[in-house]
């Protein structure tokens, strides 16, 4: 099993960023993906970005050009910058590993006031 530790969820008005990271721990596959997933009041929950341990990213069209998804293997956390934050961007920000298993982390909150 993974543990994943979210941090960097907060307030913030709309046009600010934030970043968030995920600290992974615990019996991480070589060959995974890593990603962050959102899921806001009375909604499904939706993938925003993922990065294969090859280095290859993926995002939700809502964020393109705005969010960028990265890593650092060494220290095996994942980060989400967030620029230009919309109100619609207000949701639990999970963090979400996929090898062997799949693990979530327990999330974060990001508010984004217009």
């Known amino acids: 099993q993974v543990q994943l530790v979210e941090s960097g969820g907060g307030l913030v008005q709309t046009g600010g960023s934030l970043r968030l990271s995920c600290a992974a721990s615990g019996n991480i596959f070589s060959i995974n993906v890593m990603a962050w997933y959102r899921q806001a009041p009375g909604k499904q929950r939706e993938l925003v970005a993922q990065?294969?341990?090859?280095?290859?990213?993926n995002y939700a069209d809502s964020v393109k050009g705005r969010f960028t998804i990265s890593k650092n293997n060494a220290k095996n956390r994942v980060y989400l910058q967030m620029n230009s934050l919309r109100p619609e961007d207000t949701a639990v920000y999970y963090c979400?590993?996929?090898?062997?298993?799949?693990?979530w982390g327990q999330g974060t909150q990001v508010t984004v006031s217009s």
């Open positions: 979400n590993y996929r090898g062997v298993h799949t693990d």
């Open positions: 990065i294969t341990s090859g280095g290859f990213t």
